[in-house]
Antibody, heavy 122, light 107 residues
Framework: QVQLQESGPGLVKPTQTLSLTCTVS??????????WSWLRQPAGKGLEWIGR???????NYNPSLKSRVTISVDTSKNQFSLKLSSVTAADTAVYYC??????????????WGQGTLVTVSS | DIQMTQSPSSLSASVGDRVTITCRAS??????LNWYQQKPGKAPKLLIY???SLQSGVPSRFSGSGSGTDFTLAISSLQPEDFATYYC?????????FGGGTKVEIK
């Protein structure tokens, strides 16, 4: 069974960098069959796609966040990570990592982490 | 970016009712449309992908249809565990975008 688990600080100060890691079990990031994605959801609001990475290192980012986002992968640890710089209160949200299919081009996110709440506050 | 518009934003229904939710894309996305269910405090769960394919393990009372710009999610007979918020998502292009959600509540 594929499982994803987010980890990282739950509280980040304004102007600092938010850093989260997603640990994948039950599948190998190196398989190349999937993208590995980050999404977020402010309280009471809808879902926003942040970006994704393939095991080859290729990335795609949401243009609305692109100047502040870096997604990286560590295949030796079967993990991928998110860094979001210069955070403000508007970045307060539940952050999810998810697996997106690549092999069949459906673009479906079939496995998700449980989500982690990150609050931006001084 | 492709804008996804869902309607209604909320609805009230009874157990056993047939429920339909619509999703419209701001441009043609062929069949690159996925549906998710989200319950409070939980991650979204994939229900339907490629507009009409049922994800493994999802009950057959859920179905999806449409192509181009107009799509529908149907629940043939609403069950107590189906009360949740439903989101459509396009996977035609980046950035991936979601509809605003439809909250299905108990009447």
């Amino acid at each position: 069974q594929v499982q994803l688990q987010e980890s990282g600080p739950g509280l980040v100060k304004p102007t600092q960098t938010l850093s989260l890691t997603c640990t994948v079990s039950g599948d190998s990031i190196s398989s190349g069959s999937y993208y590995w994605s980050w999404l977020r959801q402010p309280a009471g609001k809808g879902l926003e796609w942040i970006g994704r990475i393939h095991s080859s290192g290729g990335t795609n980012y949401n243009p609305s966040l692109k100047s502040r986002v870096t997604i990286s992968v560590d295949t030796s640890k079967n993990q991928f990570s998110l860094k979001l710089s210069s955070v403000t209160a508007a970045d307060t949200a539940v952050y999810y990592c998810a697996r997106e299919s690549y092999y069949d081009s459906s673009g479906r996110h079939d496995y998700w982490g449980q989500g982690t709440l990150v609050t931006v506050s001084s | 970016d492709i804008q996804m518009t869902q309607s209604p934003s909320s609805l009230s229904a009874s157990v056993g009712d047939r429920v339909t939710i619509t999703c419209r894309a701001s441009q043609s996305i062929s069949s690159y449309l996925n549906w998710y269910q989200q319950k409070p405090g939980k991650a979204p769960k994939l229900l339907i992908y490629a507009a009409s394919s049922l994800q493994s393990g999802v009950p057959s009372r859920f179905s999806g249809s449409g192509s181009g710009t107009d799509f529908t999610l149907a629940i043939s007979s609403l069950q107590p565990e189906d009360f949740a918020t439903y989101y459509c998502q396009q996977s035609f292009s980046n950035p991936r975008t979601f509809g605003g959600g439809t909250k299905v509540e108990i009447k």
